[in-house]
């Protein structure tokens, strides 16, 4: 295949998006000629490889090309804007550089927003976007992370969920719009459909992190955005850890006598429950394994646990107190 783009950035080859972004940052920025003045020749080779490997994969059309032909694919069949002889981008490294972290990390300087740093290699000083190297804007960079490309505390929003839906599971469309930094620098509006995918037996607080998904301030690192599972409220049944509780309402006679109660769960099916123990005050009956899913037991449930209550009569007829007290003492 020639050169092999995952190696470079110490990817797997399923790798995704976000994985490409963390290798690239990581890499990028430990190889920077002007964090590697005394082996600047080699620190120019990497970081132009680096790039090259990034601008490659992140690149849906270019990278199923390389993944289908290999580098000499790129040759052969290049995209709009390649260059048929190198089979690469003939963008700078540090346009991309500057592309990636928005209007460069460091800023810069005279030479003002938006504009390429270039390497110099003539062995001097040199700049670096306006700036002389001998400034080491690279350890300003790793020693106060805080003071550039700092990242906000995320955003969160809650996300109400259905009885119904925890039961089961679902998938959730969600279109957001959120600011971004374009390659000039600007703050733009983008808008993207995101989807989110809710396990059964998710409880009330998990959360659905999707990484960069937030707004992005000038000289910052987008925002994570999360979801949090909050329940809604059900007309008959109610949580409890992995349990259900639902009441049930039965005459005196039912209650003493015994019945059957017809429940339906949350998946729409009908359970038929004998009652056949003599229901007291605060009688609790227990169906075992038909609560919620367990997330972290495939297969396994919690209980449905049945509360009664039980409905007295307002009147009775004389006859009917002395039968029933005959019954009793009985």
């Keep these: 295949m020639g050169v092999d783009y995952y190696n470079i950035l110490h990817v797997e080859r399923n790798a995704r998006e ?64 390649y260059d048929e002889a190198s089979g690469f981008n003939p963008r700078n490294a540090e346009d991309i550089f500057a592309e990636f972290f928005g209007s460069s990390p460091f800023g810069f300087g005279s030479s003002g927003p ?14 670096f976007g306006g700036f002389n190297a001998s400034e080491n804007l690279f350890r300003t960079y ?34 957001i719009s959120r600011t971004v930094i374009d390659t000039n620098g600007r703050q733009v509006l983008e808008t993207e459909i995101l989807t989110l995918e809710i396990k059964p037996g998710w409880k009330k607080g998990t959360k659905i992190t999707f990484p960069d998904k937030g707004n992005q301030q000038p000289n910052q690192l987008p925002a994570d955005l999360i979801f949090v599972i909050d329940e809604k409220s059900h007309d008959f049944f109610k949580r409890d850890g992995n349990d259900l509780i639902m009441s049930q309402r039965v005459s005196l006679a039912e209650a003493i006598g015994g019945t059957t109660i017809n429940i339906t769960t949350l998946n729409k099916r009908t359970l038929s429950i004998p009652v056949t123990d003599i229901v007291s005050p605060g009688f609790e009956l227990v169906v075992a ?36 007290k005959r019954a009793l003492e009985g």
Excluded at 144 to 150: D, E, I, M, T
Excluded at 315 to 322: D, G, H, M, S, Y
Aim: hydrophobic content about 25%; some cysteine.
């Design 18 to 81: 976000d994985d490409l972004k963390k290798a690239y940052r990581k890499l990028v920025m430990k190889w920077h000629p002007d964090k590697n003045p005394t082996n600047k020749k080699e620190a120019e080779a990497n970081f132009k490889h680096i790039s090259e490997a990034y601008e490659v994969l992140s690149d849906p059309e270019k990278r199923t090309i390389y993944d289908q032909y290999g580098e000499e694919g790129l040759k052969d069949r290049p995209p709009p804007g």
């Design 114 to 127: 938006g504009r390429s740093m270039r390497f110099q290699s003539d062995g001097g000083a040199g700049t």
């Design 289 to 324: 394994k038909e609560g919620m899913p367990i997330t972290k037991e495939r297969g396994h449930r919690g209980d449905l646990r049945i509360k009664f209550e039980v409905k007295f009569p307002t009147r009775l007829t004389l006859e009917q107190i002395a039968r029933l």
């Design 142 to 175: 790793s020693e106060r992370p805080n003071n550039v490309l700092k990242k906000p505390p995320p955003a969160e929003t809650k996300l109400p969920c259905s009885l119904e839906e925890l039961y089961s599971g679902s998938t959730r469309k969600m279109k």
